[in-house]
């Protein structure tokens, strides 16, 4: 079996020829749910195993894959975070395999993409017809280029529609931060990692490349955010406010909250900032709010107050009033209209 889109493709074909020995040539290097089905399919078949088997084994680690994928799903969504087009510049292998799982399992679009192991001339439209063969009808444009310095010149001259996810050899990274795209080193030279055992194949390798992307995607977001921030004089820090009576479990309604537990979070730490008073003084209960609401005493609990009088609306706004510069509220539950308000 042969998992490459050209090399050793000649030797298998000469052992065919003069041994008689048989084999499968899938060119695709299979990354991810969508691909690496393919590939389990294509080996069954090929070495007689059942469908039935065959698609238990496909069924047991596409429900993992999808689990992991459906739980990050918001994170994937976030079009602040990653980016619109994308490149690979790499061998055939990576190149072909690469963008087949970034278009077919995430949905990215191709820009054009380059492959730089100086492919024979003989294999070069077959292997461009792989690149032609991607779900939804996206065909990708491919250039068999060894020039570095075309290579960049015309990355640079591209229109993502925004900015770009670069995957490559050290080479592309400088080009990538000049455009303030983001880049991720999978192919030679490699220079910002070391590699013990670590690979992108199969079900796990597209689980891990997802999180290599989607690191240096976030890394590149949280940094421009920052820079932006530190030039215009914003303090980062924001405070929460969270209803508590002991410190340690959330276990106060929001009409029950009396004193909230103010914390500072910042880039560095997270701590205890006051213990901030915003109950009304005793005698202080309008009786009729305006609402048909008899607040003082009503008894009810249906507002997720304490049953001894919420005191209205009216409490409600004094409260989000005093926690006014909290970024978020943490209670054991909110009523609808103190929710409103906020």
Known sequence: MLVSPWVGLGNMKKMERKLGI??????????????TSKFLRAVGAFAG????KVEAVIKDHEDYYYYLIERYADLFLENRVINKQFTVVADAQYTLGITKFLVNDLGLVPAKQFVVDDTPKNYREQIAEEFRKLNYGIEAEVSFETDGYKIQEEIKQHDYHGY?????????????????GNFL???????DKVVLDDFYAGYTGGIRLIEDIYTVAVQRFQLNYRKSNQKGG????????IGSSDGIHVDLKF???????????????IYLYETRDVGREEGKHPVDNGNNCKSFECGTGACGG??????????????????????????????ISGTKTV
Do not use: M
């Open 255 to 269: 009409g029950e909250v009396k004193k909230f537990r103010i914390y500072e979070v910042s880039e560095q730490q």
């Open 49 to 52: 195993v059942s469908e039935e």
């Open 22 to 35: 048989p084999y499968l040539h899938y060119p695709t290097l299979p990354i991810g749910a969508t691909e």
């Open 306 to 335: 304490d049953r001894t009088g919420c005191s209205g609306p009216a409490e409600i706004t004094d409260k989000v009033e005093a926690i006014s510069d909290c970024r978020c509220v943490v209670c054991k539950k909110n009523r």
């Open 185 to 191: 080193n999978i192919s030679w030279p490699v220079q």
């Open 164 to 180: 770009p996810l670069i995957l490559g050899g050290y080479y592309e990274k400088e080009v990538t931060e000049k455009l303030k």
């Open 234 to 241: 914003v303090n980062l820090s924001y405070r929460i406010a």
